[in-house]
């Protein structure tokens, strides 16, 4: 038996969670504060005998200092500081924890191994305000935590559990610094109102001026460490672009519509940020979401094998030969790709993209079931001709119920609702589409029917979830980009249920959100491909039982 051994993405994410708990249960004790300051003291004992612990020891500073080596490791790795925003911001963010880090190991832990200065409430509140420190001891919490919910936001995201529980866990992230700042103000109000407790305190100081001295200089002195570290990378980072210009070991990565010549050793995602080449990424480059795979086209030799990482991705959304993910793949040499979900969209040729929002969305899948058996004996300029009425007919029904139409083929047409209404309204205008559809399109079957004697096999999908949505200028006009769990979700439910149920199909998930609305239906449990759970689903003989139901 193999055991694998933890992958970088792995390492990254376990020591983060880590210290993700460590600062959650820190915001949590002083939230306790908002009831006493002897609750709090008592929650405090606790996560002192937790985290004073060897085996707490331990796995904090051994997940802090993991955790720092891999991001300082990620940042002199990126060949460009080019990306997102939010990535920008999560970067940043995570570079201010170690400032929290150092001085609260400084002032309690290392305090309390070197000085024996017990970490007491009573004492850290009151020092802090009485010196009017608090609003910098809070402020000292943010970074940590709005790294840790954005890295936990890149890293679940695509999860079905966390998009299920993505209203809860927004309001835990709002609520639970919200609650540990007001906990610690309270603290700090109840030890000045205390009069004896307050002289008792400025009496008796926990240690003496020289101790308070030594504890600030090397606090100091492992700051400004820290800040030469982050210097050197940067340096570091700027030797190897003057060795790798003065080699001139460039490679150029051909796209469908330009080519970009940069340093080997770039990854095709940075390529593209670098040219301003629009590029779908979500998970901020740690290949777990897919959304930048391209396809290489030429220059496979050049291609060095995926790791296990990529692999396991590739693996899961059972990528065909040839396909890599951008933000992993360096190539060696010149090579030729097309990013696939840019040129689903045919939105590659143009250079201006807007960002990319991830939202809550319905989708409504159509399709033509049997447009190949009806072109087997009929001339193409038929086809052609009913697939031009198929995309009109359900495009109308599609504006006139609010919803943009993302994608059209001869014999599919999707189309998205909610890009600025709740998911709530969204799922209510989709199934208002889908009821026009199946109208309009039982107006089309006769019409086939009487002009060519073949009936027509209509399939209509209707699904909600987490997708990502991205406007990007074309030399034809603004196109809508798509990724995300929602999209391929649809495509599972519209394979799973061809040929073998009736033709309109309502997820769960729509039952969820419409569930004081949406009745009726005959369940089925469809199955999904790439070994994700099946999913349950209402099937409906046409749009008026769907009307029905909804009048419960």
Not at 315 to 336: E, H, N, Y
Request: proline share 5%; charged share 15%.
């Amino acid at each position: 038996m193999v055991i694998a051994l933890p992958t970088r993405r792995d390492l990254r994410l376990g020591s983060g969670l880590i210290l993700f708990v460590y600062v959650a249960s820190h915001l949590a004790n002083h939230a306790l504060g908002l009831f006493s300051l002897a609750t709090a003291e008592h929650g405090l004992n606790f996560a002192v005998r937790v985290w004073h612990s060897i085996p707490g020891t331990l796995l904090l500073y051994g997940a802090a200092a993991t955790h720092v080596a891999l991001a300082l490791n990620a940042l002199y790795r990126r060949r460009t500081l080019r990306m997102p925003p939010l990535e920008v911001l999560r970067i940043a963010l995570g570079l201010g924890i170690p400032i929290l880090l150092i001085g609260h190991a400084v002032s309690t832990r290392l305090a309390w191994e070197a000085y024996k200065m017990s970490p007491e409430y009573s004492r850290v509140v009151w020092a802090l305000w009485s010196s009017d420190n608090e609003g910098r001891q809070l402020a000292l919490l943010v970074p940590g935590w709005l790294h840790g919910c954005l890295g936990v936001n890149f890293a679940f995201s695509r999860r079905a559990w966390y998009q299920r529980a993505r209203p809860v866990l927004f309001a835990v992230a709002l609520l639970l610094p919200v609650l540990g700042g007001l906990g610690f103000l309270a603290m700090g109000k109840e030890l000045s109102a205390d009069v004896a407790n307050r002289a008792f305190l400025d009496s008796n100081a926990a240690v003496d001026a020289a101790t308070r001295v030594t504890l600030l200089r090397i606090r100091d002195t492992l700051l400004a460490l820290w800040f030469a570290l982050i210097g050197a990378i940067f340096i570091a980072r700027e030797i190897r672009a003057a060795i790798e210009r003065h080699r001139n070991a460039v490679v150029t990565i051909t796209y469908p519509q330009r080519a970009a010549r940069v340093p080997a050793g770039w990854t095709v995602l940075e390529a593209s940020r670098s040219h301003h080449i629009p590029h779908m990424s979500m998970c901020g480059g740690q290949a777990r979401c897919s959304t930048c795979r391209v396809q290489v086209t030429a220059g496979d030799d050049y291609c060095p094998p995926p790791e296990a990482p990529e692999q396991a991705t590739l693996a899961r959304v059972a990528a065909a030969p040839g396909v890599r993910l951008a933000c992993q793949l360096r190539p060696t040499g010149d090579i030729s790709v097309v990013p696939l979900l840019a040129a689903a969209g045919s939105a590659l040729a143009s250079d201006r993209s807007s960002s990319v929002q991830e939202r809550e969305l319905a989708v409504v899948d159509v399709e033509w079931c049997n447009r190949a058996r009806f072109a087997r004996g009929h001339l193409p300029q038929d086809v052609v001709y009913l697939s031009g009425l198929f995309g009109e007919t359900v495009g109308g029904a599609v504006q006139a119920t609010g919803g943009t139409v993302s994608a059209m083929s001869v014999d599919n047409v999707m189309a998205v609702f909610g890009l600025r209404d709740n998911l709530a309204d969204a799922c209510r205008q989709a199934i208002e589409a889908a009821i026009s559809i199946d109208r309009a399109l039982a107006d089309l079957r006769q019409r086939y029917a009487a002009e060519f004697g073949v009936p027509a096999e209509f399939a209509v999908v209707v699904h909600a979830g987490h997708g990502a949505v991205a406007s990007v200028q074309s030399a034809e006009g603004d196109r809508l980009l798509t990724a995300g769990a929602v999209f391929d979700n649809v495509q599972a439910l519209r394979t799973a249920s061809y040929g073998t149920l009736p033709p309109l199909v309502v997820s769960a998930r729509v039952y969820e959100v419409l569930a004081l609305t949406l009745l009726g239906g005959n369940w089925k449990t469809l199955p999904m491909a790439d070994g994700e759970a099946p999913m349950r689903a209402a099937t409906f003989t046409n749009g008026a039982a769907i009307a029905a139901a909804m009048r419960g």
